[in-house]
């Protein structure tokens, strides 16, 4: 039996079932990328159409809605698909309480940069695709009856690399809770610098974490949640600067990708490199937690993180 026939099975739903975002073509698995809706004149226009998605991890098949009532995740083997930063904030925070920061802030193109496209193309393209102006989302919000600053990085916006809009973004954002005593929460992934904006790129680095230090000085917490992959520029600043440090099962956290490490150290690596749960045993890394369980857990460090601040009153 050819399994190819059945990545794809139509069927029946009743009308007027919405889905949550589905994962954008860019940012799904290779061979996963969903086929746009027929828009035509098509004989079954009036039946209103769902999809299976195949799970790459465990091959099930789940049903999209499902796989959108579990965020992303699969109800078989826990395999986390890529997931969208606006539909993890509705995950983690109190319903309409994310009050968005700087959400019309875009790139410009100080290097006049051209790779295969003028950069100012690839960003309008991607903010298409997207609907993003960049690769992060950054606002207050309420989760489990905390105030906190939170900020959401999306991989299918040019892979989540930390251009200057990136940078800038969580910067405020961290001052912003520092001004305002609130706890801060980066969710991260990213592929690393955005070449495309060279050296100023890599200046985010050093900006993100001196706003995060003058916060840690201020005695208040920083969560950082890493999600598959975090590697590279983001990883090697804020997203490693978090007084606990959270990742999602099976990320791919690292610096430099495993071929390029291959390469220079002329060694093998060890099984499991480079994955959350081998750097949970290596201690680089705090707890993996279940994005199913992720808001339940923030509230709860929350709760231990604050509770010497309220009870100063503060
Ligand atoms: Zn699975």
């Known amino acids: 039996m050819s399994t190819t026939t059945f990545t794809k099975k139509i069927i029946q739903m009743e009308a007027g079932d919405t889905k949550l975002t589905p994962p954008s073509a860019k940012s799904a698995p290779a061979g996963f990328a969903k086929k746009p809706r027929l828009a035509g004149k098509s004989k079954k226009?009036?039946?209103p159409e769902g999809l299976w998605t195949k799970c790459p991890s465990c091959s099930a098949m789940i049903f999209d809605k499902e796989?959108?009532?579990h965020l992303k995740v699969c109800t078989k083997c826990g395999y986390h698909f890529p997931i969208g930063a606006r539909e993890r904030i509705h995950s983690?925070?109190?319903t309409c309480t994310f009050e968005e920061m700087d959400p019309s802030m875009e790139s410009v193109d100080p290097l006049n940069f051209v790779d295969k496209i003028p950069y100012p193309a690839r960003v309008q393209e991607h903010q298409k695709e997207t609907l993003l102006k960049d690769a992060v989302l950054t606002g207050l919000c309420s989760i489990g009856g905390h105030r906190a600053a939170l900020g959401v990085m999306d991989f299918s916006f040019i892979a989540?690399?930390?251009?200057?809009?990136?940078?800038?973004?969580?910067?405020r954002l961290v001052e912003r809770a520092t001004e305002k005593e609130l706890p801060v929460i980066i969710i991260s992934t990213s592929g690393g610098a955005r070449m495309q904006e060279g050296m100023l790129s890599l200046m985010q680095m050093a900006k993100?974490?001196?706003a995060l230090a003058y916060h840690a000085r201020s005695r208040l917490p920083y969560i950082s949640v890493l999600t598959h992959p975090t590697t590279a520029g983001v990883m090697a600043s804020y997203a490693s600067l978090g007084d606990l440090i959270l990742a999602e099962p099976?990320?791919?956290?690292?610096f430099a990708g495993p071929r390029v490490i291959k390469?220079?150290?002329?060694a093998e690596l060890p099984p499991g490199f480079q994955t959350a749960e081998f750097l949970l045993d290596h201690g680089l890394i705090d707890a993996i937690v279940p994005r199913t369980e992720m808001k339940a857990r923030l509230v709860e460090y929350l709760n231990f993180l604050t509770v010497r601040r309220r009870r100063?009153?503060?």
Do not use: P, W
């Open 250 to 254: 099976g990320a791919m956290i690292g």
């Open 67 to 69: 796989l959108d009532e």
């Open 160 to 171: 989540a690399s930390l251009g200057s809009v990136v940078g800038e973004k969580l910067t």
């Open 208 to 210: 993100t974490s001196a």
């Open 263 to 266: 390469d220079t150290t002329q």
């Open 45 to 47: 226009r009036d039946i």
């Open 312 to 314: 100063a009153g503060a």
């Open 92 to 94: 983690l925070v109190e």
